[in-house]
């Protein structure tokens, strides 16, 4: 009875997933094919230069007028609320979403002019709903990554992780007859992906989510220690992840309404900042 139950999940996953697939090819269909790059561009600055957009059918913008920059060797964090918009500026700086008004810059220049393949280049990204792919260890790891890719390189990007001694041809996904592993676990598999890429530019949309306050705590401080040679922008809602950051904005309902340090915004206790954190600080 039960495999005939698990057949009936299996062909109800195979219906719902049929048109999310039928999208996916229409997309990669609809992105022109770009020769790989090997060489990753390097990056002095990224920036959104009052940019404006609205979801279609909503009926309010969500984001106006909002402006940020990043420099290499920065660390820059987005925080706000659920529902700011945090997630949809990300979107907006690698080319995910198209702005109603206003500039995507990197390096100074409006990205209008690269393909997508040339810009997607400058990004490591890890998204809010981070992937899960059942490959193997190696192949899991290696995705995406530009140019050919060693053990030795893989081996390097999960050093630190649950998953540095594991063999690379660990099956990964119970249904593979592999290994099943945490929600957590998968988030440090999608961080070992980033390192891997070496991108000019890491998007973190709440890359410590699913990770134990440990791990959090390690993972921050290689942030820190590895931010030298590339931009690092974090979404987080812990506040002391936020420390040691060199700017901060604070998003509210679609509009940059302070940025700062930490102390700085620390430093008005009426404002937006202070409100968000009053009660996480207390422990800091
Ligand atoms: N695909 C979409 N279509 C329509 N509206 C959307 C879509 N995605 C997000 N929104 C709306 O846009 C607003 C901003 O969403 P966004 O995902 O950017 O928030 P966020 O700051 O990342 O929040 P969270 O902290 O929950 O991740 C929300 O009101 C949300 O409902
Ligand atoms: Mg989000």
Redesign the pocket.
Known sequence: MNAIRQCGYAFGSIVTAAPQAAIYRRFVRSVPETPARAVVPVVHSVALDNISFQ?P??PEP?LADVSLHACRGELVALV??????????VNLLIGALRPHRGRVLINGDDVSALSEGERLAHFGLLV?EFGRFEFTLRDTVGLGAPGAVTDRDIRAALSGSFAAELPLDTQLGQQWGGTGISGGQWQRLALARIRLRSAGVWILD?PTSAIDAEAEREIFAELRRTSAGRITIV?S?RAWTLRGMDRIYV?DAGAVVQQGTYDELMNHPDGRFARLFATQAEGI
């Open positions: 979801y059918g909503a969500t706000g609320v659920n529902g700011a918009g945090k997630s949809t500026a809010q709440e979404v809602h998003i």
